[in-house]
């Protein structure tokens, strides 16, 4: 390349090879005055920074460019590639091409070289791309098609015929109910003696990495992971180059990992994770494979990607010895849904207690009480999604508003309606008087600041926020979604409406903030309540009941 003829230069970075792309060989490369750098949208701030402001800087979208968007001012060109495979490098080497550019420059991510490319070469990469383009697939779901029958054939057993060595795998471990959940039980499953190990997908959802730590649980980032076979490690690079196939790379990872640490039983917590736990514990010989189940399945939903999970389930269905849910109602829809016999799917109810949330105080601690100049204090808690319908509970409080009540409400937690919802305070009138507070790392606060808690879901599995304002001694008031009726005695510990039915939900409430004395009555009886029936340990008897259960039966749903 000539170092002198440096001007009218366009650099075209493309998503995969963005960390190649240094300042240092951008400089190299081209004149400030006369170029333009071209970069995909998460890589142009740290090259702002790290350049300049001399420097013109384009970002273009992550699916890539479109044909035609670069004017044709540019006497050359250099690209910034991966190898040429797929969509996203078809647009670029087309962008390139239409630029106007007389010469160019391509370097590999492999080395750090660049070499000059005819145009004529140029239109045969753009061939090799669109041809793999169409090749990755076929090879991505012909090696998943081999490594799912590899794994019929290994299977091993128990040491001894007991399970000693636990591994639970998540997409991550940030301060969510799931994720809570599986802390509690882990607690209890160190105590009984069990060796575990916890597995995350995403590397940067940890926050609570430490407390499984100080329980004694060894916590693993997959995407670290590279104690792996030469094999293993090609396909784990290869796959890992495109987001689409990732979960080839992840299955490899994980059965190598469960492999080395001679795991006997993993378990995999919600959708995501079972799809890469289930052919990853077959593979690695894992003596049980379970999967989590979280939810009820309510095809309704406009927000849950039905069809292509439905697929998905029912072509790794036989790679799990048995299912764990949460709820009744989720194991029923998750059998009906995908197939699965229903007789091995067990059910445990989730737990609560001290180790998770520290003990409440009583619930006449810290709470002002109502009266006609104190306002009631009303709490939501769920992402704002379509299946909390959190515009029903903005919808409650209007009719409280409407029938002369005093009292304010929060509504903790965050969603892609969080806007709309705002606009429907707005428009209500209940700006001074409802409250979004967004996303809370701790809830203790608020469920203490509360004097009742609101669900509106269309559909739950087993509701975590409603045992929670239980155990902080508020009553509630809740739909019939999931195992809420379970939870809650309609009438003892608050009251269950039907779904969608505002006018019954207000109605409940209402009732409940015009007397508050009542109403600590109904939460002392829910606190006693969800003491006795969800407690850790009863988690983790009805857990440890279920694997040995599907030992002793021998159920796999193939």
């Given at each position: 390349?000539?170092?002198?003829?440096?001007?009218?230069?366009?650099?075209?970075?493309?998503?995969?090879?963005?960390?190649q792309a240094?300042p240092?060989?951008?400089?190299r490369?081209c004149?400030?005055a006369?170029?333009?750098?071209?970069a995909p949208e998460?890589?142009?701030?740290?090259?702002?920074?790290?350049?300049?402001?001399?420097?013109k800087?384009v970002s273009y979208?992550?699916?890539?460019l479109?044909m035609?968007t670069?004017?044709?001012?540019?006497?050359r060109?250099?690209?910034?590639?991966?190898?040429?495979?797929g969509?996203?490098?078809?647009r670029?080497y087309?962008a390139a091409?239409?630029s106007?550019s007389?010469r160019?420059f391509?370097?590999r991510?492999?080395?750090?070289?660049?070499k000059?490319?005819?145009?004529?070469?140029?239109?045969f990469?753009?061939l090799?791309?669109?041809?793999?383009g169409?090749?990755l697939?076929l090879?991505?779901g012909?090696?998943?098609?081999?490594?799912?029958?590899?794994?019929?054939l290994k299977?091993?057993p128990?040491?001894?015929?007991r399970?000693t060595?636990?591994?639970?795998?998540?997409g991550?471990l940030?301060?969510?109910g799931?994720?809570r959940?599986?802390?509690a039980?882990?607690l209890?499953?160190l105590?009984k003696?069990y060796?575990v190990h916890?597995v995350?997908?995403?590397?940067?959802?940890?926050?609570?990495?430490?407390r499984?730590?100080?329980?004694?649980?060894?916590?693993?980032d997959?995407?670290a992971?590279?104690?792996?076979?030469?094999?293993?490690?090609?396909?784990v690079?290869l796959?890992?180059?495109?987001p689409?196939?990732?979960?080839?790379g992840?299955?490899?990872?994980?059965?190598?990992?469960l492999?080395?640490?001679?795991?006997d039983?993993?378990q995999?917590m919600?959708?995501s994770a079972?799809?890469v736990?289930g052919?990853?514990?077959r593979?690695a010989g894992?003596?049980?494979?379970?999967?989590?189940l979280?939810?009820t399945y309510c095809?309704?939903d406009?927000?849950?990607p039905?069809?292509?999970?439905?697929?998905?389930?029912?072509?790794i269905?036989?790679?799990?010895?048995g299912?764990?849910?949460?709820?009744?109602?989720?194991?029923a829809?998750f059998a009906?849904?995908t197939?699965?016999?229903?007789?091995?799917?067990?059910t445990?109810p989730?737990?609560?207690g001290?180790?998770?949330f520290?003990?409440?105080?009583?619930?006449?601690?810290?709470?002002t009480?109502?009266?006609?100049?104190a306002?009631?204090k009303?709490?939501?808690?769920g992402?704002?999604v379509?299946?909390k319908r959190?515009?029903?509970f903005?919808?409650?409080?209007?009719?409280?508003?409407?029938?002369g009540?005093?009292?304010?409400?929060?509504?903790?937690?965050d969603g892609?309606l969080r806007?709309s919802?705002q606009t429907?305070i707005?428009?209500k009138?209940?700006?001074?008087?409802?409250?979004?507070?967004?996303?809370?790392?701790e809830l203790c606060e608020?469920?203490?600041?509360a004097?009742?808690?609101v669900?509106t879901?269309?559909?739950e599995g087993f509701?975590?926020?409603?045992?929670e304002?239980?155990?902080?001694?508020l009553?509630?008031?809740?739909?019939?979604a999931?195992?809420?009726?379970a939870?809650?005695?309609?009438g003892?510990?608050?009251?269950?409406?039907?779904?969608?039915?505002i006018?019954a939900?207000?109605e409940r409430?209402?009732r409940?903030?015009?007397d508050?004395?009542?109403?600590r009555?109904?939460?002392?009886?829910g606190?006693?309540?969800?003491?006795?029936?969800?407690?850790?340990?009863?988690?983790?008897?009805?857990?440890i009941?279920?694997?040995?259960?599907m030992?002793?039966?021998?159920?796999?749903?193939?």
């Amino acid at each position: 390349m000539d170092p002198l003829n440096k001007e009218n230069t366009l650099v075209l970075i493309s998503v995969g090879a963005a960390n190649q792309a240094t300042p240092d060989s951008i400089r190299r490369l081209c004149a400030p005055a006369s170029s333009e750098v071209w970069a995909p949208e998460h890589a142009v701030e740290n090259l702002r920074r790290e350049l300049g402001s001399e420097w013109k800087l384009v970002s273009y979208p992550e699916t890539g460019l479109v044909m035609g968007t670069i004017p044709p001012v540019f006497r050359r060109c250099v690209l910034f590639l991966l190898p040429p495979f797929g969509q996203r490098c078809r647009r670029l080497y087309c962008a390139a091409l239409r630029s106007g550019s007389t010469r160019f420059f391509v370097c590999r991510t492999h080395t750090p070289c660049f070499k000059e490319m005819r145009r004529v070469r140029l239109l045969f990469a753009m061939l090799l791309a669109e041809l793999g383009g169409l090749m990755l697939p076929l090879f991505a779901g012909a090696m998943y098609a081999a490594l799912l029958a590899l794994a019929r054939l290994k299977r091993r057993p128990a040491a001894g015929g007991r399970i000693t060595r636990l591994a639970f795998f998540v997409g991550g471990l940030d301060l969510g109910g799931a994720e809570r959940q599986l802390l509690a039980l882990c607690l209890g499953l160190l105590r009984k003696g069990y060796e575990v190990h916890v597995v995350r997908m995403d590397p940067i959802a940890r926050a609570l990495v430490p407390r499984f730590e100080e329980a004694g649980a060894r916590c693993w980032d997959l995407g670290a992971y590279e104690q792996l076979t030469t094999c293993e490690r090609f396909l784990v690079r290869l796959f890992d180059r495109y987001p689409r196939y990732r979960n080839i790379g992840a299955v490899v990872r994980l059965a190598a990992l469960l492999r080395n640490e001679r795991v006997d039983l993993v378990q995999s917590m919600l959708d995501s994770a079972n799809f890469v736990a289930g052919p990853a514990g077959r593979l690695a010989g894992a003596a049980l494979v379970v999967g989590g189940l979280r939810n009820t399945y309510c095809t309704e939903d406009p927000e849950y990607p039905w069809g292509g999970f439905q697929k998905t389930y029912r072509r790794i269905a036989w790679t799990f010895d048995g299912w764990i849910s949460n709820s009744r109602s989720g194991a029923a829809t998750f059998a009906s849904w995908t197939g699965i016999p229903a007789h091995i799917i067990r059910t445990v109810p989730n737990g609560i207690g001290e180790e998770v949330f520290p003990a409440p105080r009583s619930s006449e601690q810290g709470k002002t009480a109502a009266g006609p100049t104190a306002p009631a204090k009303i709490l939501f808690v769920g992402r704002l999604v379509w299946q909390k319908r959190p515009q029903d509970f903005v919808e409650v409080c209007h009719r409280l508003q409407q029938r002369g009540i005093l009292f304010t409400a929060r509504m903790a937690g965050d969603g892609h309606l969080r806007a709309s919802l705002q606009t429907q305070i707005h428009d209500k009138g209940l700006d001074s008087l409802l409250t979004l507070v967004g996303k809370q790392s701790e809830l203790c606060e608020l469920y203490e600041w509360a004097h009742v808690l609101v669900a509106t879901s269309a559909y739950e599995g087993f509701p975590n926020s409603i045992m929670e304002a239980h155990w902080f001694g508020l009553p509630v008031v809740t739909t019939d979604a999931g195992e809420a009726a379970a939870i809650v005695a309609s009438g003892e510990t608050g009251f269950v409406a039907p779904v969608g039915d505002i006018e019954a939900l207000a109605e409940r409430v209402s009732r409940l903030v015009s007397d508050l004395e009542e109403a600590r009555r109904m939460g002392r009886l829910g606190q006693c309540r969800v003491r006795s029936l969800f407690s850790l340990s009863q988690l983790t008897e009805r857990t440890i009941e279920s694997y040995t259960s599907m030992i002793v039966s021998g159920e796999a749903s193939r």
